[in-house]
């Protein structure tokens, strides 16, 4: 049976290029026994994947050469070998970028989206949203009335952290790359206030403009000079949320910058990083608090879907250039 | 009645020297309602003065010119106009470096060094091992067998946190700046191991042989080139607590260094600034423990103690400069 995949050809050297993929024709491997034969509809296409495509560092995550591409996938299961699942049923794992997927059942898991469409297993009801819930809640656990700053605030991610933020009590102030995207959050999304960086002269005035009473909870996707003058903006018992570096993901060397311990100190400040497969244990309870919050009409959610397999390194690149609103996905078929 | 005051007459410009600090003759104020009269005995130096000595990093901290220094005292009350104190009475709080301090009752609290010297009330059984308590057991959390890395590991902070990592099960390394300072936490201390910095051509590599299994806690009053490369080396959900930056507290500028945000994000590490005084509500709970540990003979403890009033900004620029071994102390009276 015909088949695609998408591989890395080559580590990118700073931003990445159409180049770096190769869209190879393939045939679908043998089921094994506890197996499934996966449709793929929806691919998630994520900043983090940057830091996998990283010849600099390099660890196990790293994406192999010649090797297809792993990220969220959502499909149907057109055969089955286990009892776990059966034809028909919409499945969403940590999958190769192939058109047809052979996995082992205990690689993916019904996809609970309910009454939503099942792309939103990658999105609001998957690794986005399920970041943004245990960042926020775990990390972040943000009073009543604090000031919660989030960057890449109309991203995937930001998004859900700005809402989650306004469910919990907060004052969310976001940081966005267009004033499209600052509209957006704030009429659309209900974030307090937000501005447009490619618009900051002076960063850190700006921030402490936006952010008169200082930030609490900074959940930060990007890094680089936004978070500098964030932090030079905490306040004491502050807590960083390190959830994504996006401008640092092109970066050839070790990125440099201000060192925040001393910050730390006298803020009594927390930073903390995480990965949402940490909290893979208690996904089905994130996914129901982000269901019941949905259902409420407490969150609106935005996917920018691009039609066809192919394109998914040019969506991957368009995402890192901040080209979306909201989660990028690509639907297959 | 006569009195000395020492005050900062000067913001140091990089290492403190003496001309920084001025000895003034003084006398004693009429001690208020409520008030006490206290002797000084003995006088804390810590390296975190020096961040309250900063022109560049101005806050609600920061000496003021030709204003006594303010540290951490311990003296005998000599004369009471409050009921919660009698003559006598061993007392400790922060107050201006004088000879007699006059104070208000609810500045200072009783000692409770019980079988131990009342200087104690500054160093194993004060700040220095409250902090050290505090820190390691509210942020570092370590499991048993988990490796602890701790910087400036004969200080008064760092000998204390080895030491309690060492009583909760972990197996801890020091870094420490002489060959004297290593065989004194290994030997005396019961570190497992430990190297001087001052001898190592490459950071990186000798952390990772001192620290083969990787660095679980980190409990740093150093930053810098040492940070780094303990940073490279930190295994998943490590936690970094951030006591202190002894090796920027001369910096002139913003000190620059790595970006950490995208390692706490593939350790999922946590990096947490405090100040002790952030656990002043449980300093009780804090000494009674210290207190049994020590009777129990799991505590060892040096004190460097220095005579003479007029001595403190000596041992305080010797203190940066890694003089003592131990907790610096000056005997006043």
């Given amino acids: 049976m015909k088949n695609r995949q998408i591989v890395l050809k080559s580590y990118p050297k700073g931003m990445p290029s159409e180049e770096d993929f190769d869209i190879q024709k393939t045939t679908v491997e043998d089921i094994p026994e506890d197996g499934v034969l996966i449709k793929t509809k929806f691919i998630s296409i994520d900043p983090y994947m940057r830091g996998r495509m990283s010849e600099l560092h390099q660890n196990n995550m790293t994406f192999k050469l010649d090797q297809p591409i792993e990220g969220g996938i959502v499909g149907e299961v057109v055969k089955s070998n286990t009892m776990m699942f059966r034809k028909g049923d919409i499945v969403a794992?940590?999958?190769?970028?192939?058109?047809?997927?052979?996995?082992?059942?205990?690689?993916?898991?019904?996809?609970?989206?309910?009454?939503?469409?099942?792309?939103?297993?990658?999105?609001?009801?998957?690794?986005?949203?399920?970041?943004?819930?245990?960042?926020?809640?775990?990390?972040?656990?943000?009073?009543?009335?604090?000031?919660?700053?989030v960057t890449s605030a109309a991203g995937g991610v930001g998004s859900m952290a700005g809402q989650i933020g306004k469910i919990l009590g907060c004052h969310v102030v976001g940081v966005c790359g267009s004033d499209e995207k600052v509209r957006y959050v704030k009429e659309e999304l209900g974030f307090d206030d937000a501005f447009n960086y490619k618009d900051v002269e002076d960063m850190e005035e700006?921030?402490?403009?936006?952010?008169?009473?200082?930030?609490?909870?900074?959940?930060?996707?990007?890094?680089?000079?936004?978070?500098?003058?964030?932090?030079?903006?905490?306040?004491k018992f502050a807590r960083i949320i390190v959830c994504g570096q996006i401008s640092h993901y092109n970066d050839e060397k070790r990125p440099q910058g201000p060192r925040v311990a001393s910050q730390l100190i006298s803020k009594s400040a927390l930073m903390q990083g995480f990965m949402v497969r940490d909290y893979r244990k208690r996904f089905k309870e994130g996914v129901n608090q982000l269901v019941e919050w949905m259902a409420m009409g407490q969150i609106q959610y935005n996917e920018n879907i691009i039609n066809g397999f192919e394109n998914c390194p040019k969506a991957f690149i368009g995402m890192l250039n901040g080209e979306n609103i909201g989660k990028q996905v690509i639907k297959v078929f």
Same sequence: chains 1, 2.
């Fill in 206 to 235: 700006t921030v402490k403009k936006y952010c008169p009473e200082g930030i609490d909870v900074f959940f930060d996707n990007v890094g680089g000079p936004i978070e500098d003058a964030a932090m030079k903006h905490i306040n």
């Fill in 93 to 149: 794992g940590f999958l190769p970028w192939k058109e047809y997927v052979v996995a082992y059942g205990w690689e993916v898991n019904k996809v609970q989206t309910r009454n939503y469409p099942s792309s939103y297993a990658l999105s609001a009801l998957g690794i986005a949203g399920l970041s943004a819930y245990f960042g926020i809640t775990e990390i972040g656990k943000p009073k009543e009335g604090e000031t919660l700053f």
